[in-house]
């Protein structure tokens, strides 16, 4: 069983009822789910994974009101329930990691990847935040959310980035991945340095995936996480999972080079079939521009095109 499926059930056989006894008139205010940092609220855990921060658990979503009157009382009820649940537990927590699961109010979960208690109010604030962030706020499941407080908040969030900041990130890959795959990677190689080499083709790999996610209107995970899941992207997900992976895979750095000429070639043309770009170039690098100018907000537009 994957740690997604086991919260829930968990929640189902143990928590649902202690809150339906001990805190009944709240039972329809208190949102419950699995949502944040590990591999289970991806669906990516496995025998690996359970070494640490895994196993029977859940968290709960409260209003600040509701947070100040029963946060600490549901909490000492949490810890109280059984630590082992279906033959997997106790949860094993790293000494090193945040607070996971357990009771949490809603704005102060969000404020930890988003930095602030509210949705972003405007572009620059959507800017700054980062999409891995992003992606790690919006993943799991909510099992529970009769209020819909903590889901209204999320389902913002899952709508994905405004579509001026899409469009700044796209432009700004489009330099990086250029620069660093196209360009500076040959010269490395044929300068011999290879530690710059290594840097440059992962940065790539990075910057094309990013893209991708971009393209699908989806957050990119982080860098552990990123490759598995830009697989399961209907855009050019699974294209770009085989040729990144074949890319680090082989030692032929011919290959390599025509490897990052393919990719940036499948790209360029989804660029043309979104009517992000319609430039001819094969050089990524001069897609950017095109895709920049077509932000309509005069401030973002003007921008430096690698920010982002």
């Known amino acids: 069983m994957q740690g997604l499926e086991l919260a829930e059930k968990y929640y189902n056989y143990y928590g649902r009822p202690m809150i ?31 070494d640490h921060d895994w196993g029977p658990s859940f968290c709960l979503w409260l209003t600040d009101k509701d947070y100040q009157i029963i946060g600490i009382a549901l909490q000492a009820e949490i810890e109280k329930l059984p630590q ?15 607070k996971r699961v357990g009771v949490f109010e809603t704005g102060r979960f969000y404020q930890r990847f988003i930095g602030q208690t509210r949705l972003p109010a405007s572009l620059e604030e959507w800017l700054r935040i980062p999409e891995d962030a992003l992606s790690v706020c919006t993943n799991g499941k909510v099992f529970y959310d009769q209020l819909g407080e903590f889901t209204r908040f999320r389902n913002v969030l899952k709508a994905f980035y405004p579509e001026d900041i899409r469009l700044k990130k796209i432009a700004s890959r489009c330099m990086t991945i250029a620069q660093f795959g196209q360009y500076n990677f040959k010269r490395c190689v044929k300068r011999q340095e290879y530690v710059a080499a290594v840097y440059a083709q992962a940065k790539f790999c990075s910057d094309v995936i990013s893209v991708v996610f ?27 999972y085989t040729a990144v992976n074949d890319l680090v895979a082989t030692t032929d750095y011919d290959q390599k080079f025509s490897l990052i000429e393919e990719i940036c070639t499948a790209i360029r043309e989804e660029f043309l079939n979104q009517g992000l770009s319609d430039s001819a170039s094969d050089f990524l690098l001069d897609h950017g521009p095109v895709i920049q100018k077509k932000i309509e907000n005069p401030n973002l537009r003007a921008r430096n095109i690698l920010l982002g």
């Open 84 to 98: 082992a649940f279906a033959g997997y537990g106790p949860r094993q927590v790293s000494a090193y990691s945040d």
């Open 20 to 50: 339906l006894e001990k805190f009944n008139e709240y039972e329809n205010r208190i949102a419950v789910g699995l949502v944040g940092e590990g591999s289970e609220c991806y669906g990516f855990d496995d025998d690996f994974s359970r």
């Open 214 to 240: 971009l393209l699908n209107r989806e957050y990119k995970p982080f860098f552990k996480w990123m490759h598995k899941a830009v697989r399961f992207l209907p855009i050019l997900g699974e294209y770009v």
